[in-house]
T-cell receptor, first 111, second 112 residues
Framework: NAGVTQTPKFQVLKTGQSMTLQCAQD?????MYWYRQDPGMGLRLIYY???????DKGEVPNGYNVSRLNKREFSLRLESAAPSQTSVYFC??????????FGDGTRLSIL | QKEVEQDPGPLSVPEGAIVSLNCTYS??????FMWYRQYSRKGPELLMY????GNKEDGRFTAQVDKSSKYISLFIRDSQPSDSATYLC????????????FGTGTQLKVEL
Protein backbone atom coordinates (compact mmCIF):
# COMPACT_ATOMS: atom_id res chain seq x y z
CA ASN A 1 0.00 0.00 0.00
CA ALA A 2 2.47 2.67 -1.24
CA GLY A 3 0.29 5.82 -1.40
CA VAL A 4 2.56 8.77 -2.28
CA THR A 5 6.20 7.93 -3.00
CA GLN A 6 8.93 10.56 -3.16
CA THR A 7 12.48 10.15 -4.42
CA PRO A 8 15.16 10.77 -3.38
CA LYS A 9 14.77 10.88 0.41
CA PHE A 10 17.92 12.97 0.93
CA GLN A 11 20.07 15.10 -1.35
CA VAL A 12 22.93 17.56 -1.00
CA LEU A 13 23.54 20.02 -3.82
CA LYS A 14 25.97 22.81 -4.49
CA THR A 15 24.71 26.30 -5.30
CA GLY A 16 23.86 26.53 -8.99
CA GLN A 17 23.29 22.81 -9.55
CA SER A 18 19.99 21.57 -10.91
CA MET A 19 17.85 18.75 -9.64
CA THR A 20 14.45 17.11 -10.14
CA LEU A 21 12.42 15.75 -7.23
CA GLN A 22 10.11 12.92 -8.18
CA CYS A 23 6.65 12.10 -6.84
CA ALA A 24 4.30 9.28 -7.75
CA GLN A 25 0.91 8.27 -6.33
CA ASP A 26 -0.98 5.01 -6.81
CA UNK A 27 -4.40 6.16 -5.55
CA UNK A 28 -5.72 7.35 -8.94
CA UNK A 29 -5.96 10.91 -7.60
CA UNK A 30 -6.54 13.79 -9.98
CA UNK A 31 -4.80 16.54 -7.99
CA MET A 32 -1.19 16.69 -6.86
CA TYR A 33 0.78 19.28 -4.85
CA TRP A 34 4.31 20.29 -3.93
CA TYR A 35 5.04 21.94 -0.56
CA ARG A 36 8.13 23.03 1.29
CA GLN A 37 8.39 22.90 5.07
CA ASP A 38 10.70 25.25 6.95
CA PRO A 39 11.04 25.79 10.73
CA GLY A 40 8.52 28.34 11.98
CA MET A 41 6.91 28.66 8.53
CA GLY A 42 4.75 25.57 8.31
CA LEU A 43 3.95 23.95 4.99
CA ARG A 44 3.85 26.35 2.04
CA LEU A 45 2.47 25.46 -1.37
CA ILE A 46 4.95 25.76 -4.25
CA TYR A 47 2.92 24.45 -7.22
CA TYR A 48 -0.09 22.27 -7.73
CA UNK A 49 -1.77 20.34 -10.52
CA UNK A 50 -5.55 20.16 -10.28
CA UNK A 51 -5.69 17.56 -13.04
CA UNK A 52 -3.47 15.89 -15.61
CA UNK A 53 -2.24 18.51 -18.08
CA UNK A 54 -2.65 21.52 -15.79
CA UNK A 55 -0.29 23.21 -13.33
CA ASP A 56 -0.64 26.39 -11.27
CA LYS A 57 1.54 28.48 -8.99
CA GLY A 58 1.13 28.35 -5.26
CA GLU A 59 2.37 30.68 -2.56
CA VAL A 60 6.15 30.34 -3.18
CA PRO A 61 6.80 29.32 -6.84
CA ASN A 62 9.93 31.38 -7.58
CA GLY A 63 12.96 29.26 -8.47
CA TYR A 64 10.92 26.14 -9.21
CA ASN A 65 9.29 24.46 -12.17
CA VAL A 66 6.95 21.48 -12.29
CA SER A 67 5.83 18.84 -14.75
CA ARG A 68 2.70 16.71 -14.49
CA LEU A 69 4.09 13.78 -16.46
CA ASN A 70 0.90 11.72 -16.31
CA LYS A 71 -1.88 11.12 -13.79
CA ARG A 72 0.47 9.31 -11.40
CA GLU A 73 3.59 11.49 -11.50
CA PHE A 74 4.34 15.10 -10.63
CA SER A 75 7.94 16.33 -10.58
CA LEU A 76 9.53 19.46 -9.11
CA ARG A 77 12.66 20.94 -10.69
CA LEU A 78 15.20 23.34 -9.29
CA GLU A 79 17.03 24.81 -12.27
CA SER A 80 19.76 26.65 -10.33
CA ALA A 81 19.70 25.73 -6.66
CA ALA A 82 20.18 28.43 -4.03
CA PRO A 83 20.88 28.04 -0.28
CA SER A 84 17.42 29.57 0.41
CA GLN A 85 15.92 26.45 -1.15
CA THR A 86 17.33 24.24 1.60
CA SER A 87 14.17 22.67 3.00
CA VAL A 88 12.08 19.55 3.33
CA TYR A 89 9.87 19.05 0.28
CA PHE A 90 6.58 17.19 0.46
CA CYS A 91 4.36 15.94 -2.32
CA UNK A 92 0.64 15.34 -1.74
CA UNK A 93 -2.32 14.10 -3.73
CA UNK A 94 -6.10 14.14 -3.42
CA UNK A 95 -9.36 13.47 -5.19
CA UNK A 96 -12.38 15.83 -5.32
CA UNK A 97 -13.14 17.22 -1.83
CA UNK A 98 -11.13 14.64 0.06
CA UNK A 99 -8.17 15.51 2.29
CA UNK A 100 -4.65 15.42 0.92
CA UNK A 101 -2.35 12.44 1.40
CA PHE A 102 1.35 13.16 1.84
CA GLY A 103 4.60 11.41 1.05
CA ASP A 104 7.46 11.19 3.53
CA GLY A 105 9.42 14.05 2.02
CA THR A 106 12.76 14.82 0.40
CA ARG A 107 15.34 16.51 2.63
CA LEU A 108 17.36 18.87 0.46
CA SER A 109 20.48 20.76 1.54
CA ILE A 110 22.11 23.32 -0.73
CA LEU A 111 25.63 24.41 0.13
CA GLN B 1 -0.38 38.47 10.06
CA LYS B 2 -0.71 34.84 9.02
CA GLU B 3 -4.09 33.50 7.90
CA VAL B 4 -3.76 30.60 10.35
CA GLU B 5 -2.12 30.97 13.76
CA GLN B 6 -0.96 28.03 15.85
CA ASP B 7 1.13 28.02 19.02
CA PRO B 8 4.36 26.15 18.18
CA GLY B 9 4.88 24.82 21.71
CA PRO B 10 6.60 22.66 22.70
CA LEU B 11 3.84 21.27 24.89
CA SER B 12 4.83 18.63 27.43
CA VAL B 13 2.19 16.59 29.30
CA PRO B 14 2.21 13.46 31.47
CA GLU B 15 0.86 10.18 30.11
CA GLY B 16 -2.90 9.95 30.53
CA ALA B 17 -3.49 13.73 30.37
CA ILE B 18 -6.08 15.40 28.17
CA VAL B 19 -4.37 17.50 25.53
CA SER B 20 -5.91 20.55 23.88
CA LEU B 21 -4.42 21.89 20.65
CA ASN B 22 -5.78 24.99 18.98
CA CYS B 23 -5.67 27.15 15.86
CA THR B 24 -7.22 30.49 15.03
CA TYR B 25 -7.81 31.79 11.53
CA SER B 26 -8.81 35.00 9.84
CA UNK B 27 -10.36 33.92 6.52
CA UNK B 28 -14.11 33.42 6.95
CA UNK B 29 -14.24 31.56 3.61
CA UNK B 30 -12.58 28.48 5.15
CA UNK B 31 -15.09 25.63 5.26
CA UNK B 32 -13.02 22.45 5.58
CA PHE B 33 -10.79 21.86 8.58
CA MET B 34 -8.15 19.18 9.12
CA TRP B 35 -5.71 18.02 11.74
CA TYR B 36 -2.57 16.22 10.64
CA ARG B 37 -0.04 14.43 12.84
CA GLN B 38 3.59 14.48 11.80
CA TYR B 39 6.23 12.25 13.35
CA SER B 40 9.88 13.22 13.08
CA ARG B 41 11.25 12.69 9.55
CA LYS B 42 7.85 11.60 8.24
CA GLY B 43 5.10 13.20 6.18
CA PRO B 44 1.88 14.60 7.67
CA GLU B 45 -0.75 11.96 8.36
CA LEU B 46 -4.44 12.88 8.41
CA LEU B 47 -6.12 12.56 11.83
CA MET B 48 -9.40 14.42 11.53
CA TYR B 49 -11.38 16.03 8.70
CA UNK B 50 -14.44 18.17 9.37
CA UNK B 51 -16.72 20.38 7.34
CA UNK B 52 -18.11 23.64 8.76
CA UNK B 53 -18.88 23.96 12.48
CA GLY B 54 -19.40 21.27 15.08
CA ASN B 55 -17.67 18.33 16.73
CA LYS B 56 -16.29 15.09 15.39
CA GLU B 57 -15.00 12.22 17.49
CA ASP B 58 -12.74 9.33 16.48
CA GLY B 59 -11.49 7.14 19.30
CA ARG B 60 -9.39 9.25 21.67
CA PHE B 61 -9.48 12.25 19.32
CA THR B 62 -12.15 14.97 19.13
CA ALA B 63 -12.08 17.87 16.68
CA GLN B 64 -14.13 21.01 17.30
CA VAL B 65 -14.81 23.86 14.91
CA ASP B 66 -16.29 27.19 16.00
CA LYS B 67 -16.67 29.26 12.85
CA SER B 68 -18.22 32.20 14.69
CA SER B 69 -14.99 32.59 16.67
CA LYS B 70 -12.73 31.36 13.84
CA TYR B 71 -11.26 28.82 16.23
CA ILE B 72 -10.59 25.09 15.89
CA SER B 73 -9.42 22.60 18.49
CA LEU B 74 -8.14 19.04 18.70
CA PHE B 75 -8.55 17.17 21.99
CA ILE B 76 -6.59 14.02 22.77
CA ARG B 77 -7.88 11.94 25.68
CA ASP B 78 -5.75 9.50 27.66
CA SER B 79 -2.61 10.71 25.90
CA GLN B 80 0.12 8.15 25.20
CA PRO B 81 3.87 8.48 24.53
CA SER B 82 3.08 7.39 20.96
CA ASP B 83 1.09 10.64 20.58
CA SER B 84 4.36 12.59 20.79
CA ALA B 85 4.55 14.36 17.44
CA THR B 86 3.90 17.69 15.76
CA TYR B 87 0.23 18.46 15.12
CA LEU B 88 -0.65 20.62 12.14
CA CYS B 89 -3.99 22.28 11.57
CA UNK B 90 -5.01 22.91 7.96
CA UNK B 91 -8.01 24.45 6.32
CA UNK B 92 -9.39 25.38 2.93
CA UNK B 93 -12.30 27.09 1.28
CA UNK B 94 -14.75 25.47 -1.12
CA UNK B 95 -13.26 25.06 -4.60
CA UNK B 96 -9.97 26.82 -5.31
CA UNK B 97 -8.12 23.69 -6.36
CA UNK B 98 -8.39 22.11 -2.91
CA UNK B 99 -5.47 24.25 -1.74
CA UNK B 100 -4.69 24.01 1.97
CA UNK B 101 -3.48 26.70 4.35
CA PHE B 102 -1.50 25.27 7.25
CA GLY B 103 -0.68 26.39 10.74
CA THR B 104 2.98 26.17 11.73
CA GLY B 105 2.36 23.12 13.93
CA THR B 106 2.43 22.41 17.68
CA GLN B 107 5.09 20.05 18.99
CA LEU B 108 3.66 17.70 21.64
CA LYS B 109 5.60 15.46 24.00
CA VAL B 110 3.79 12.95 26.20
CA GLU B 111 6.03 11.81 29.02
CA LEU B 112 5.91 8.58 31.01
Amino acid sequence: NAGVTQTPKFQVLKTGQSMTLQCAQDMNHNSMYWYRQDPGMGLRLIYYSASEGTTDKGEVPNGYNVSRLNKREFSLRLESAAPSQTSVYFCASTQANQPQHFGDGTRLSIL
Amino acid sequence: QKEVEQDPGPLSVPEGAIVSLNCTYSNSAFQYFMWYRQYSRKGPELLMYTYSSGNKEDGRFTAQVDKSSKYISLFIRDSQPSDSATYLCAMRRTGGGNKLTFGTGTQLKVEL
